[in-house]
């Protein structure tokens, strides 16, 4: 099974013979949680299940704040709706009637002083027709995006890779990658569309790309946008619309609490892996001891280094991967007064902010608006401009405070706030990224009672973050086994 085919959807392996089987699990974000309960809930309580965790808390990138009327997430606040795998997941240990969905208000951009919403039909903000997205990007740059069938078309060799910025650019121009594509790609990796390969991020539109090539015959890049635009399913009349988004009322720590208890594993907190080895009935982790099978959980630096013996290839693959860092700081206002009436907005590179996004969220989910008052999440920097990391709290407020005032009219004094630095918070998915890394996930393939997870693997959600781990797990049971 490739990293891009992983599910949490329930099945149940054979595990005969594997009674008190004893795995660790190196890191406790949602990788190695979802691991560790998939692992108990096959193999049962006489397992022996231990987590590893470099720092004092569970939960990695994911981290809710206790504010002084409730909890919020400062990191993932939401997955998408589709992940039908992952809500089995959330259902399964017992947080279903938690489960939240966003009010439906749009989210929108800031272009030219005033609040658009997003174009609905587009590719991951790729359009296919100027007009979808001439609010966005202007008439001159509407007829750009038409006028590539009067150009030279298309060349493409199946199997080849480009950055997303790069070929957007050059079709459809400058002005669609700064204005619909960067930011839109931004809010989920961290990266402008320029530091992406499309295998990695847009495999659609590659496959789709890679079809058209072989036929040898003429195209161009909207012709291939349109007919995946074509394929989406289209509701049928009174069909109620499904949520493209969901959260958890008390935020993603409700599930790191949830998967706790029922993965009932041993936890040894601030206790850093130094490398793992053979030995003659399994593994040897320094400085914990010695276990039959290990899952390998942690940040792409961190995997390298402990697998620089085991998997000499992994390693060095690991160890070359770009890590994009942001910081989110969040406020609480007393009024909601002068908030959009939107879930959020999207600024490209050419707004007059720092910020790179904010997230109304009081707006976006009725859970948190009932509480009153209003929550406001505001986003700075990413790969090639993480400079934010490194100012300090007061001026990060005073940047958000002022950006939200110049894209909304309304000067806002918050009553508390919160700044959370992500360093290297997400890898970045380039050009070759996918080749690169199944080529890592083989040579631990290969390797029994040895397993890799993360979010360097199977897309950078929380979703396709624990399906890597719950795979990890049954990997691990289908070797042993």
Sequence with gaps: ??????????????????????????????????????????????????ITEAYDRLGGK????????????????????????????????????????????????????ALVDIPRRTLMGIPSRGTDVAEVVGQDGAARIDAERNGQPMT????????VGQLVEARLGRIVVDRLVSPLLGGVYSCNAFDLGVRA?????????????????????????????????????????????RSLRGGYASLVDALVRHADPEVLRNTAVESIGRTRGGYYIDPIG?????????????????????????????????????VVVGMRMASAHGIPERSGVLLGSDAPTEAKAFTFSSRKWPHLAERGGAFVRASFGSFGNPWHLDVDNRALLSFAVEDLERITGERKTPEEYFVQRWWGGLPRYGVGYMDAMTQAYDEVLAIRGL???????????????????????????????
């Design 1 to 50: 099974m490739k990293p891009n085919q992983f599910s949490c959807h329930f099945e149940k392996l054979d595990t005969a013979g594997l009674e008190g089987l004893r795995v660790a699990v190196i890191g406790g974000g949602i990788a190695g949680l979802a691991a560790a309960w998939e692992l108990r809930r096959q193999l049962g309580s006489n397992a022996r299940i231990l």
């Design 62 to 113: 994911l981290k809710t704040v206790n504010y002084a009327n409730g909890p919020v997430d400062m990191g993932a606040e939401a997955y998408m709706g589709f992940r039908q795998d992952f809500t089995e997941l959330v259902e399964s240990v017992g947080l279903g009637d938690q489960l939240c969905v966003p009010s439906g208000l749009p989210s929108g951009f800031y272009v030219d002083g």
């Design 156 to 163: 493409w060799t199946p199997g080849q890779d480009t950055s």
């Design 201 to 245: 991020t847009l495999p659609q539109l590659a496959a789709e790309l890679d079809r058209r090539g072989a036929e040898g015959q003429p195209f161009f890049l909207v012709d291939a946008v349109e007919h995946l635009l074509s394929k989406r399913p289209v509701p049928e009349a009174g069909d109620k619309p499904k949520p493209v988004f």
């Design 290 to 326: 010695e276990f039959d099978a290990v899952i390998v959980a942690t940040p792409a630096p961190t995997a390298s280094a402990i697998l620089q013996y085991m998997a000499p290839t992994a390693a060095d693959v690991l160890g070359e991967i770009d890590l994009a860092s942001s």
């Design 451 to 481: 397993a890799l997870a993360g979010s360097m693997l199977n897309g950078v959600g929380v979703p396709a973050t624990a399906a890597s781990g719950v795979e990890a797990a049954r990997e691990i049971i289908r070797e042993m086994a």
